[in-house]
Nanobody, 119 residues
Framework: QVQLVESGGRLVQSGGALNISCVAS????????MAWFRQTPGAEREFIAY?????VISYADSLKGRVTISRDNAKVVLTMNNMVPEDTAVYYC???????????????WGRGTQVTVSS
């Protein structure tokens, strides 16, 4: 089993920046992909970015240039810049993804962290 714990979600002013983190623990093994998604009520989960075990990175086209994913072994950090109210969502970390797409098909999921952007 793998556990994923996200942290760093908070209220952000429009135009601001935010880092959210996720740490994987448990029986992770090596060379696994970690990814970020987000979801708003009533909407489908939206892919943001992933980093493979060999540090191959992919971003959603709609967010490219505003987000950065960085990885340090079992920790992955998502940095978002120039945030807008439409970025308000629950942000989920996922890991052990196959069929990278994008979007990747991930097996393990965290519980999410709430990010709210005020106008």
């Amino acid at each position: 089993q793998v556990q994923l714990v996200e942290s760093g979600g908070r209220l952000v002013q429009s135009g601001g920046a935010l880092n959210i983190s996720c740490v994987a623990s448990g029986d992770t093994g090596d060379h696994y992909t970690m990814a970020w998604f987000r979801q708003t009520p009533g909407a489908e989960r939206e892919f943001i970015a992933y980093s493979t075990g060999r540090r191959v990175i992919s971003y959603a086209d709609s967010l490219k240039g505003r987000v950065t994913i960085s990885r340090d072994n079992a920790k992955v950090v998502l940095t978002m810049n120039n945030m807008v109210p439409e970025d308000t969502a629950v942000y989920y970390c996922a890991s052990h993804c196959d069929n990278l797409g994008p979007p990747p098909d991930c097996y393990y999921w965290g519980r999410g962290t709430q990010v709210t952007v005020s106008s």
